[in-house]
């Protein structure tokens, strides 16, 4: 089996700072996505990468940028962090590009900012 | 466009009861259908899948789904619930050629002695 892995797991940030979100696979899956789990509203799509230097926007991209250097890692940027914002990020794969398979996600990253 | 409305956000049930959780989507074309589970501090895990074919579908750990199609409903089901199931749950809904998973806002299941 594989394992997503998600850096930093806590990330305490001023407003306005840029921050940095870090996800490793070694499923050697090609297909990786960003999502944000708020309190009460599920997931929501912020990127997703079908293979390597590919990036695709989802439903929540603005005020974030991503980057998919290498097949096994797909990073995430907050712009500028908002005051009071507080959330969670989930790294996911999946084998298949369809819609169809599984995902798998790591532990995620709890973000603060104050 | 596609929609996941899970109608409960908390549940709560006596272990050993059965539980049904509720879910409902909206897609114009054929879904594929998910219900994944996250533990405290864990990402979301699968517990089952629903492609094509029989409309009842097994899962891990005692738990099953039916997807029907009239009533556009995926409920998650498990006959008898222990301590170690209380967690949330996620339905989830999917589509050929779309990347775009789409998620309900889940329910919260606690199982109490």
């Known amino acids: 089996g594989g394992i997503i892995t998600q850096t930093p797991k806590f990330l305490i940030g001023q407003e306005g700072q840029k921050l940095t979100l870090k996800c490793q696979q070694n499923?050697?899956?090609?297909?990786m996505y960003w999502y944000r789990q708020d309190s009460g509203k599920g997931l929501r799509l912020i990127y997703y990468?079908?293979?390597?230097?590919?990036?695709q926007k989802g439903d929540l991209s603005e005020g974030y940028d991503a980057s998919r250097e290498k097949k096994s890692s797909f990073s995430l940027t907050v712009t500028s962090a908002q005051k009071n914002e507080m959330a969670v990020f989930l790294c996911?794969?999946?084998?298949?590009?369809?819609?169809?398979?599984?995902?798998?996600f790591g532990a995620g990253t709890r973000l603060s900012v104050l | 466009a596609q929609s996941v409305t899970q109608p409960d956000a908390r549940v709560t049930v006596s272990e050993g009861a059965s539980l049904q959780l509720r879910c409902k989507y909206s897609?114009?074309?054929?879904?594929?259908l998910f219900w994944y589970v996250q533990y405290p501090r864990q990402g979301l895990q699968l517990l089952l899948k629903?492609?094509?074919?029989?409309?009842v579908v097994q899962g891990v750990n005692g738990f099953e789904a039916e997807f029907i199609k009239s009533n556009s409903s995926f409920h998650l089901r498990k006959a008898s619930v222990h301590w170690s199931d209380s967690a949330v749950y996620f339905c989830?809904?999917?589509?050929?050629?779309?990347?775009?998973?789409?998620f309900g806002a889940g329910t919260r299941l606690k199982v109490i002695a």
């Open positions: 996911a794969s999946s084998l298949d590009w369809g819609g169809a398979d599984t995902l798998y």
């Open positions: 897609y114009s074309g054929t879904p594929y």
């Open positions: 990468s079908i293979t390597e230097n590919d990036l």
């Open positions: 989830a809904v999917s589509a050929t050629g779309n990347y775009k998973y789409v």
């Open positions: 499923f050697n899956h090609d297909t």
């Open positions: 629903y492609y094509s074919g029989d409309p």
